[in-house]
């Protein structure tokens, strides 16, 4: 695949991470892309870079364009090395380049690379003058790490927000209307329960100040670049930021001899006999990055152990410490699960969902060995009773 343009003189010159199944914890099993653009005026900029194994891929795209050490400025919106992996090569072809970062960017870099390259610190709000076009940079720390920045491109109606908006899709199409929305929005959806989730209030500061600005394309640093889509994937944004759900519910748990799994779709049943859509996933089959992007529009989460060592089962552990890291608010909480002896498993679950600050409407459902029919039938009753809460 060759440069891209995506406006007149704006290229995206990034690489394609097609094999990429684990990013961080984070499962990926369409792949990813590390976008990185290339704007052309009198001056010449790189907007962030590629994770350093894609470095190769990058530069034959920037050579479809350009002499690379014609490059002036490399923008680093974002320290993370999926972004910033490439720049000690590009560096390396053009030393004297301007590093145009933020103040937390060039402590970042400094710390990750060691090297004293020409960092031009810009404040929230500064413009660099590249001839026909300008460029300004807004800081938007926290989304997702604090030396976060984006770059706006006001005479293109173009926003380049780094890691928000973004999606880890690796495709041909480079837009979002060459894939299709249901996939952008899956996609995209996951991405934001895994990795900006915790962040919803200084989410919803930038949406604020983008909102003031005239865009027409966003072209973020993961996946597809929005063009056809804009109003559906910044209402999404603001959805999401908001904490606001749907009315459906997500049964989270795990099980060792089927007592949990069985209390499981006996809520299930009740749930749905009261018109209240569910999805179930058991975390041995269903990864927790997966369950979390169930969990963006859930509005009741029921989460299930059975009590293993005198505490939940790892599993559920696990991804209770996830979802504790990720915060979303505004949920209903249910615990559920089995015993033999003890039976402190369904406690701890219920501690935790408490500590997020969600509404806990019915007690729990603790069940010793096997559950019998009339325990089910007032499990399903519990369901329903849970679905009149929501
Ligand atoms: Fe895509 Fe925060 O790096």
Redesign the pocket.
Known sequence: MKAVEVKPGVYWVGGVDWELRYFHGYLTPRGTT?NAYLIVDEKIVLVDTVKHYLFAEMLSRIEDVIDPAMIDYVVAN?V????SGSLPEIMELVPGAGVITSPQGEKGLRRHYKKEWNFQVVKSGDAVNIGKRSLQFVHTPMV??PD?MVTYVPEEKLLLP??AF?QHIASTGRFDDEVGWDIACEEAAKYYAN?VLLYGDQVKKALEVVSQLAIDVVAP??GLIWRSYLPQILAAYRKWANNETDRKALIVYDTMWGSTEKIARALREGLEEAGVPVVTRCLKENHISTVMADALTARVILVGTPTLNNGMFPTVGAFLTYLKGLRPKKRLGFAFGSYGWGGQGVKLVAETLASLEWDMPLDGVNIQYIPDPGELEAVKETGRELAKRI
């Open positions: 590390y974002h993370e090395m999926d972004h997702h790490w976060s780094n890691d973004g990795i640093s993961h």
